[in-house]
């Protein structure tokens, strides 16, 4: 037992060397977690804030059951930046570690030698692992013989009401499922639960669950809010109030395009700040993090890719350029300050474009009935197992959102991952559940307005979250901007906000065309010759955002005609980008539906450029806008046919520009009709794109 004082003296021991600290000591709850984990073997939820020492937890459990003979822990967590501290940290105490994910070099054979030869404490994976047909049938019976502790990192992840559900959370219940019965002890932990999380989670894990919930208000950190409705404005604010706050820290953004532009602007401005977000190659990722833990940099400005687990203790400020769409989502980025400072800074801008990007992410996190009925009818008419390309013919939905579903009827039994993207159907009957999604979908309305509610409070900022997140220790902070009442307005300098607005209005961004065609009878994709593509591309902004997006929407819904500031700044990006070999003439892509609309426009970027314009390009055949073919494999079929090329081509190359973007399958299609009528090099260049929004 824990209990007797040998016991105390060497856990203790332990403590002190996983953290480095020889004054270190267990903080309320610690103890007895491992000590329901160690002697009774139990299922444990912990709910405590961030810097708590849940890890220690785990990692000290660990410690004591390999010396008591058991199997290595299994440890389920969410993101690489997570996972590579928490190596960092076991490695400290003496365990041995591995991990199979996407940036690691072990492989899974390499991972069963060493399970079979016990040189492994200590395994950690992502959810995803576990879908992993190679990895469930070497790895998972080897830890089942002789399990010694399942750990759930984050564990908020598992319910349908978490922030950041991930459906792949929910294998671990089928996980849980198999090891009923058994003595094998369970842990969940989070810093970020309510009660209705809570209750949810205790469900997953099982009926008999010990639970340790601690306060998880903070103290010392500083929270305040701002009302900053134009980018521009809010990239001004960064480049004068980022500079003067004490220490290092992050500024999250709800999107990568964010991400790069406020990466970008405050490098202009001699901000010294790394980009940080999921698109990234892993080595720059990690590059960006180590920067940040040695203070070589202000900030990281990322997405929330860095997000649950991120471990500096000095972290100075976190600032939001926009807001996210629940309490607990803000609550569990912003705890990421200060949790070994007396004062940190925890700062939300606002912006009149948050509220379509949250919505974006709350329509979008289910697929509608129709679309999963669809791909479930699909694959009943297969009769062995098919790539998820192969079903874009039948589903009309984009491939990210196939994945998606695909994985969610992979959790409930209904498809089989084979191998790769192939999957096949099983007996498992499927109904679409209506009731569950409707009401996760609703709680999320539900927490959207509490964000707001949080924003607009007049009372304390840390006990309104602390009261959203069920805190039973919420009180007054005494240090946030309405306790203190330091919610003056802010006024910032015109030129610097006309400065930041010039800045977004030239952010190109690059046009990249299709180089493969879907071959149905081969059910799968092919190359097209190289002669045959377009070029790589620019496109001046994004339909409707800052920047030119909005103008551009206005030219093509209301006015009927492109602005000549349009023009203007068309030419310019073309003059920017300086296209190698130059076009020696320009051609566009025409409408049935607006037929003045492009070609007056092209010819007046001609016309500024010096270079003739020549209508070759002409539509036969009206077809349903691209816009509402989801995936590539519809917006192929869709664009076949509706163009052709007339009259005479010059064989120099050529500037090919449309207004909207939605696709590039149309530029492709174009380009290969121009390349195949005689034409040289293509170039292709859009007004706005309208699928670039969200990434």
Request: net charge negative.
């Amino acid at each position: 037992m824990l209990g007797f004082m040998a016991a105390d003296d060497l856990l203790l021991d332990a403590l002190r060397k996983l953290t480095g600290r020889a004054d270190a000591s267990f903080r309320d709850g610690q103890r007895e977690a491992i000590s329901a984990l160690v002697d009774s073997r139990s299922r444990v939820l912990v709910v405590q804030r961030t810097g708590w020492g849940k890890s220690a937890v785990y990692f000290l459990t660990t410690h004591l059951l390999r010396e008591q003979g058991f199997g290595p822990t299994l440890l389920i967590s969410p993101l690489l930046a997570l996972m590579r501290n928490q190596i960092d940290a076991a490695t400290r105490l003496g365990l041995r570690c591995e991990t199979i994910n996407s940036a690691s070099a072990t492989t899974v054979h390499e991972l069963e030698g060493q399970l079979r030869a016990d040189e492994v404490d200590l395994i950690l994976i992502s959810p995803e692992r576990l879908a992993n047909p190679q990895f469930a049938e070497k790895i998972m019976p080897l830890v089942g013989e002789r399990p010694g502790l399942i750990v759930i990192d984050e564990v908020h992840c598992i319910s349908d009401w978490g922030h950041d559900f991930r459906p792949d959370y929910r294998r671990i219940g089928r996980l849980l499922d198999e090891l009923a019965g058994t003595s094998v002890p369970i842990l969940g932990c989070t810093a970020t639960a309510n009660d209705r999380v809570v209750a949810d989670v205790a469900v997953q894990l099982g009926a008999e669950l010990t639970t340790f919930r601690g306060p998880l208000r903070r103290d010392g950190l500083a929270l305040s809010a701002h009302a900053l409705d134009r980018p521009a404005e809010r990239l001004a604010w960064l480049a004068e109030t980022v500079p003067t706050l004490d220490g290092s820290g992050i500024v999250y953004c709800l999107t990568v395009r964010d991400v790069d532009n406020v990466t970008d602007w405050l490098r202009s401005k001699g901000v010294n700040v790394e980009a940080y977000h999921g698109g990234l190659p892993n080595e720059e990722r990690l590059a960006a993090e180590a920067k940040l833990q040695r203070n070589e940099i202000k900030a990281l400005v990322a997405t929330t890719a860095l997000g649950m687990g991120y471990d500096k203790p000095d972290l100075g400020f976190v600032v939001h350029f926009q807001s996210p769409g629940s309490p607990v989502a803000y609550y569990q980025q912003v705890g990421r300050a200060g949790r070994a400072l007396d004062r940190s800074e925890g700062i939300l801008l606002r912006g009149l474009e948050d509220a379509a990007i949250q919505d974006y992410f709350i329509e979008n996190a289910f697929a509608a009935e129709h679309l999963v009925n669809d791909l479930v009818e699909a694959y009943d008419r297969f009769d062995e197992p098919a790539s998820l390309i192969r079903a874009q013919e039948y589903v009309n939905v984009s491939i990210g959102r196939l994945e998606m579903v695909a994985k969610q009827l992979d959790v409930d039994g209904v498809l089989e991952r084979v191998e790769g993207s192939k999957y096949a159907r099983t007996d498992v009957p499927w109904e679409y559940p209506a009731e569950r999604i409707n009401a996760v979908t609703a709680a999320r309305r539900r927490e959207q307005q509490s964000m707001l509610d949080y924003f607009h409070t007049d009372g304390c900022r840390m006990r309104h979250i602390a009261d959203l997140l069920d805190d039973p220790d919420a009180s007054d902070c005494g240090i946030c901007d309405n306790c203190t009442g330091s919610t003056a307005t802010i006024d910032l300098p015109t030129e610097l906000v006309a400065e930041a607005e010039r800045f977004l209005r030239k952010r190109p961004i690059e046009l990249t065309t299709k180089k493969q065609v879907y071959d149905p009878e081969r059910g799968s994709r092919r190359n097209f010759p190289k002669e045959e593509r377009a070029e790589d591309g620019r496109v001046l902004g994004i339909w409707g955002d800052a920047g030119w997006g909005q103008l551009v929407r206005r030219g093509k819904l209301d006015d009927g005609v492109f602005d000549d500031q349009l023009v203007d700044a068309f030419v310019e990006m073309v003059e920017e980008w300086g296209p190698d070999p130059a076009p020696t003439w320009v051609t566009c892509v025409p409408s049935l539906r607006y037929p003045r609309l492009v070609p007056d426009f092209a010819i007046a970027v001609a016309a500024r450029l010096g270079l003739p314009f020549e209508p070759v390009v002409v539509k036969v055949d009206e077809r349903p806008p691209q816009v509402e073919q989801q995936n590539s494999v519809h917006q192929q079929i869709n664009i076949e046919g509706a163009f052709a090329v007339d009259g005479t081509v010059s064989g120099g190359p050529v500037l090919l520009i449309d207004d909207i973007v939605d696709s590039s399958w149309t530029m492709t299609d174009v380009a290969r009709r121009l390349r195949r009528a005689g034409a040289g090099p293509v170039w292709p260049a859009a007004l706005a794109s309208s699928s670039k929004r969200e990434s």
